[in-house]
């Protein structure tokens, strides 16, 4: 084996397999390029090590948008943004306003209409969690850090952005839940500064039919316009800057991959196309198998005589918010001048996150500050979303919020400086061996 079959020289070493359809995919890929020129398309290879799933949480935020859109527009072909009463007679429910009966007719006359509404609602209930995960993925690894400064605040505003949407875009089936959760909203919305200013432009005319026109409008043009040309800043910072290094504990460390490493990286067509289709349709499975499982409900219309005295309750990414409205103690104002604090906080955190009050370093194991910060706001946000849940419209006591709220902050801090000493004393183990060895100093 190994052996020449004469002469005593060595074989030729054998070309290694290549399966069939691989050679048939390069000729296709190869046939593309050459009629549309995706090679000189302005969109960047990615590193081989970007090719995992924590890396594409931006991707996925991406592509759930776009499943919104598409969703979207097909819904409007049917629904009709009215609160005119329906008479009997017609393809709507009489006595329900149309808004709520344009939904009805939807679930339960279009054909797949409620694998569509269903698919659109949780949708958005998609879009905003992987939105979240997306946040704290980078608030985590410091991608805010230069040059990618822009980026960051662009992405904050894409979120803000997308729960203006899931606001907006809750009061238009025109149920007694989604009302008087609106209600509440707008009452939060005008007890910013200037708030009043901003009435005539919510409410129009102060009618039924104004606040729902605006929000639809809203909701249609309005955000997505915003969303369109915040995501395209975002896309084309990105296409600039590269995909983030990995997180590093060397201060030093290149934050940049330039267009020599460009020619080192697997092109975009196919690899990253590819890829990134293969995660496309695995979230539109995941989709629609959740939809297909557990379809939307449509709850009683608004002035329904079966709806009840239930306290107004929002979607999930806003019962946090709510829940602090019950609160002893806290107003709308002090409500919502906590919420714009956050917001600019988040917004500003690239020069916030700097030397001399953190570190420059991007590990989180590194940033033990910003590391309980982002702790205690995921574990506020978790604790209240579910107090919402659980206790909507109860009002809670100072003693008692106050002593939870100092307990997720307190298990924070106990637990991350616990992990952080014991790292720096590992650190200070490795090093003091380095030096023993000759290696490197112990510094």
């Given at each position: 084996m190994g052996e020449g079959i004469s002469g005593g020289t060595s074989a030729k070493p054998e070309v290694p397999y290549k399966p069939f359809f691989n050679r048939t995919l390069d000729r296709v890929w190869g046939a593309i390029d050459e009629r549309l020129g995706t090679q000189?398309?302005?969109?960047?290879?990615?590193?081989?090590?970007?090719?995992?799933?924590?890396?594409?949480?931006?991707?996925?935020?991406?592509?759930?948008?776009?499943?919104?859109?598409?969703?979207?527009?097909?819904?409007?072909?049917?629904?009709?943004?009215?609160?005119?009463?329906?008479?009997?007679?017609?393809?709507?429910p009489a006595g329900a306003p149309l808004a709520w009966g344009s939904t009805y007719y939807i679930i339960h006359t279009v054909p797949l209409g409620w694998f569509l509404l269903s698919t659109h609602l949780y949708g958005a209930y998609a879009t905003i969690f992987l939105a979240f995960i997306h946040f704290f993925r980078g608030f985590y690894t410091g991608v805010y850090k230069k040059p990618r400064e822009f980026t960051w605040m662009i992405g904050t505003l894409l979120l803000v952005s997308m729960l203006g949407m899931g606001f907006t875009g809750y009061l238009l089936p025109y149920t007694a839940l989604s009302v008087g959760a609106t209600d509440v909203g707008i009452v939060l919305t005008l007890a910013v500064p200037g708030g009043t200013t901003l009435a005539p432009?919510?409410?129009?005319?102060?009618?039924?039919?104004?606040?729902?026109?605006r929000m639809f409008a809203l909701h249609v043009v309005g955000i997505p316009l915003a969303l369109a040309g915040l995501l395209g800043a975002h896309?084309?910072?990105?296409?600039?800057?590269?995909?983030?290094?990995?997180?590093?504990?060397?201060p030093q460390a290149k934050r940049v991959i330039t267009e020599?490493?460009?020619?080192?990286?697997?092109?975009f067509f196919p690899k990253v196309f590819l890829y990134m289709t293969k995660w496309a349709l695995f979230?539109?499975?995941?989709?629609?198998?959740?939809?297909?499982i557990w379809p939307w409900q449509l709850p009683v219309f608004y002035g329904s005589s079966s709806a009840g005295g239930s306290s107004p309750e929002p979607d999930w990414y806003f019962l946090w918010l709510y829940k602090v409205m019950d609160f002893q103690g806290v107003t709308p104002i002090i409500a919502v001048g906590a919420v714009t604090l956050l917001i600019l906080f988040v917004l500003f955190l690239p020069w916030i996150d700097r030397r001399p009050l953190t570190s420059t370093k991007t590990h989180p194991r590194d940033r033990p500050v910003l590391v309980i910060v982002g702790n205690f706001l995921a574990g506020l946000f978790l604790v209240l979303t579910v107090?919402?849940?659980?206790?909507?419209?109860?009002?809670?006591?100072?003693?008692?919020?106050?002593?939870?709220?100092?307990?997720?902050?307190?298990v924070n801090i106990v637990l991350v400086f616990a992990f952080y000493a014991r790292y720096r004393a590992q650190y200070s183990r490795r090093l003091l061996k380095r030096g023993a060895e000759g290696n490197v100093a112990p510094k």
């Open positions: 000189k398309w302005p969109l960047r290879p990615q590193p081989d090590f970007s090719f995992q799933p924590g890396y594409w949480t931006g991707a996925f935020v991406a592509t759930a948008f776009i499943f919104q859109v598409v969703s979207g527009i097909l819904l409007l072909f049917y629904y009709v943004p009215s609160t005119q009463l329906a008479t009997a007679g017609g393809i709507y432009l919510i409410l129009g005319n102060a009618t039924d039919q104004a606040l729902l026109s896309i084309l910072l990105f296409e600039t800057h590269g995909v983030a290094p990995r997180a590093s504990s060397d020599e490493d460009d020619r080192k990286m697997g092109k979230y539109a499975g995941g989709l629609f198998l959740i939809v297909a107090w919402g849940g659980v206790m909507p419209g109860v009002v809670i006591p100072t003693s008692m919020y106050a002593t939870y709220l100092g307990s997720i902050l307190l």
